[in-house]
């Protein structure tokens, strides 16, 4: 006999995310003697769920995902994924003549092109503050993850162009 203590057992159990077999055997420890397939068949004309499973899981996910949030916003925890690698060519400089002379402070100063082509010249668009580049030019220059190669890169795309300037 099916009781309502039986049945909420079950699904309890199951919206616990237990198989209908565990479920069965947890019957029997109760003195029901339901089979596997009993078990389904209950599960099937109550219409229970798996995602009918007290939302507990999902509260805590998004609680936590609120806490990442806020915390990001206060600048506590890096994103989850590292931002892919920016590519450094991809702006065109504001001005195709803003050479190292005509830019001016408050212009990003990321050199664009090769210094020894007649279209070489400075990005050139706003800084952001205290930093010597676009908000673009930014993130290419102080991406984390290929730092020290691109440290290097810089300092040599800077001292041939400091060589060239001379
Ligand atoms: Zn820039």
């Not at 397939?37 to 609680?63: E, F, L, Q």
């Not at 050139?124 to 691109?150: D, N, S």
């Amino acid at each position: 006999m099916w009781t309502e203590q039986a049945y909420a057992f079950v699904r309890e159990r199951w919206t616990a995310g237990a198989s209908a077999g565990q479920i069965s055997r947890g019957l029997l420890g109760l003195g029901l003697h339901k089979t596997r397939n009993a078990v389904i068949g209950v599960i099937h004309r109550r219409g229970w769920r798996k995602t009918d499973a007290p939302k507990r899981v999902g509260v805590v996910y998004k609680v936590k995902r609120a806490m990442r949030a806020t915390a990001k916003a206060r600048g506590l925890v890096p994103p989850l994924m590292p931002a892919p690698p920016v590519q450094d060519e991809e702006l065109a400089p504001v001005d195709p003549r803003l050479t190292v002379q005509r830019l001016q402070a408050g212009q990003c100063a990321w050199p664009i092109g090769d210094p020894k082509e007649p279209d070489f010249a400075f990005c050139g668009r706003a800084t952001e503050p205290e930093r010597p580049y676009c908000a673009h030019h930014c993130r290419v220059a102080y991406q984390p993850r290929p730092q020290q190669e691109r440290k290097k890169r810089d300092t040599s795309r800077l001292a041939s162009f400091m060589a060239r300037i001379a």
